[in-house]
């Protein structure tokens, strides 16, 4: 099955500098890869996602790159503000025999802090 | 659009007590989950409802119980509390694979504690 493996478990920055969490994944067939912010007493919420047909994809201050061969994939934040300090998570499908069931399984989380 | 709702909010249980965590959803998603979120763990899934009428068991199901009762409503029961299952509970929701839907829509939790 699938795993997935997410570090740092805590990254602190400063104010304007970038922020790069990782994420290894197992299953050579995963094909979806979301991203997943994560404020203080609130559920996770989607902020990018990239699919297996593309290497990067960008939103404004927010990157995802996949890197296939080598099974992993990054989130990067540039000019870090203090609102992104949040708990990040990275996820990857999990699959059922052959079937795509649309199950997600999830990294550890990471916990940014952005220092003003 | 409420997106996804949960109650309650919080609960403190005794060990060996029952409850029901309740969760609805207005986006008319084929797809709802239970997740459990355990400091260091990540999510982890309990139980999923593909489409209305259909339960399967995810990573954690062990003491848990679900019924999706229509298409907007999906409940998660624990028949026993154990102090195990003191954790924050969210549901989430998805327009499903076949309709090409793959985006997880969370609630805002249920933090729950078993004394």
């Known amino acids: 099955g699938e795993n997935v493996e997410q570090h740092p478990s805590t990254l602190s920055v400063q104010e304007g500098d970038s922020a790069v969490i990782k994420c290894t994944y197992s299953d050579s067939a995963s094909n979806y890869f979301p991203w997943y912010k994560q404020e203080l007493g609130k559920g996770p919420q989607l902020i990018i996602d990239?699919?297996?047909?593309?290497g990067e994809k960008k939103d404004q201050r927010i990157a995802v790159t996949l890197n296939k061969t080598a099974k992993h994939f990054s989130l990067h934040i540039t000019e870090t503000q203090p609102e992104d300090s949040a708990v990040y998570f990275c996820a990857a499908p999990r699959p059922h025999g052959s079937s795509n069931t649309g199950k997600l399984i999830f990294g550890q989380g990471t916990t940014l802090q952005v220092k003003p | 659009n409420a997106g996804v709702t949960q109650t309650p909010k919080f609960q403190v249980l005794k060990t060996g007590q029952s409850m029901t965590l309740q969760c609805a959803q207005d986006m008319n998603h084929n797809s709802m989950y239970w997740y459990r979120q355990d400091p260091g763990m990540g999510l982890r899934l309990i139980y999923y409802?593909?489409?209305?009428?259909?339960?399967d068991k995810g990573e954690v199901p062990n003491g848990y119980n679900v019924s999706r009762l229509n298409k907007r409503e999906f409940s998660l029961r624990l028949e026993s509390a154990a102090p195990s299952q003191t954790s924050v509970y969210f549901c989430?929701?998805?327009?499903?694979?076949?309709?090409?839907?793959?985006?997880?829509?969370f609630g805002p939790g249920t933090r729950l504690t078993v004394l």
């Open positions: 989430a929701s998805s327009e499903g694979v076949t309709s090409g839907g793959r985006t997880q829509y």
């Open positions: 990239i699919r297996s047909n593309v």
């Open positions: 409802s593909a489409s209305e009428g259909t339960t």
